[in-house]
């Protein structure tokens, strides 16, 4: 079933603007994992943030992680054109393999 | 980082044949392998996971007799579209986790995709 549930589905802003987004999940997690997709590419991991850490960087890449409202957010500062792309939240929990959230595709206009 | 080889990248078919894609990790040794299937601007749905040296656990409603895994080694997986008919086709991917990172827990490599065309 699916767990994460990313938040806009679309986005579009101009280069050099902030995007953000959000990923909402369902159940008790051990981490929670950022990947970006290139059109018809498979993903590339960006960042994994555990349970017990609350903000996490890596780059232009920021990651929040709110267990309480069982919700992060993904932060890319500075955008660039070769930032479009999709965006998935994973999350892994337990024994099981990881679950997929819908996506954001972010579009960055030159 | 760990490198996943996908192949074919493109495949088109006609129906009723079967295709078989290949996965592999190239730079360390996965005994966990997923295979998943990804709908024009959806998420990806794990069809099942592959396990070195075992059965495929399939997810459910994952027909197994119609999409055949193996993992004969700790480098490469298969799948087996048989049978294949057009509402198969579609972008399939398969990822691995390397050998030496926890069983679930860890990131996840994934191939570049293939896409089948099933006329």
């Known amino acids: 079933s699916q767990q994460g549930e990313e938040d806009p589905q679309a986005l579009s802003i101009q280069e050099g603007e902030n995007a953000t987004m959000n990923c909402s999940y369902k159940?008790?997690?051990?981490?929670l994992q950022w990947y970006r997709q290139n059109s018809g590419r498979g993903l590339v991991h960006l960042i994994l943030?555990?349970?017990?850490?609350r903000e996490k960087h890596s780059g232009r890449l920021r990651v929040t992680l709110d267990t309480s409202k069982k919700s992060s957010s993904l932060l890319i500062t500075a955008s660039r054109a070769a930032d479009t792309a999709s965006y998935f939240c994973?999350?892994?929990?337990?024994?099981?393999?990881?679950?997929f959230g819908k996506g954001t595709r972010l579009s960055v206009i030159a | 980082g760990a490198v996943v080889s996908q192949h074919p990248s493109r495949v088109i078919c006609k129906s009723g044949t079967s295709v078989k894609i290949e996965c592999r990790s190239l730079?360390?040794?996965?005994?966990?392998m997923f295979w998943y299937r990804q709908f024009p601007k959806k998420s990806l749905m794990l069809m099942a996971t592959?396990?070195?040296?075992?059965?495929?656990?399939?997810e459910q409603g994952v027909e197994k007799d119609k999409f055949l895994i193996n993992h004969a080694s700790l480098t490469l997986s298969t799948l087996t579209v048989t049978s294949a008919h057009p509402e198969d086709s579609s972008f399939y991917i398969c990822?691995?986790?390397?050998?030496?990172?926890?069983?679930?827990?860890?990131?996840?490599?994934f191939g570049e995709g293939s896409r089948l065309t099933v006329l």
């Open positions: 990822s691995a986790r390397d050998g030496g990172s926890s069983a679930w827990a860890g990131e996840l490599f």
């Open positions: 159940t008790s997690i051990n981490n």
């Open positions: 943030i555990r349970s017990n850490e």
């Open positions: 994973a999350t892994a929990s337990g024994n099981t393999p990881l679950v």
């Open positions: 730079d360390f040794q996965a005994t966990t």
């Open positions: 592959s396990n070195e040296g075992s059965k495929a656990t399939y």
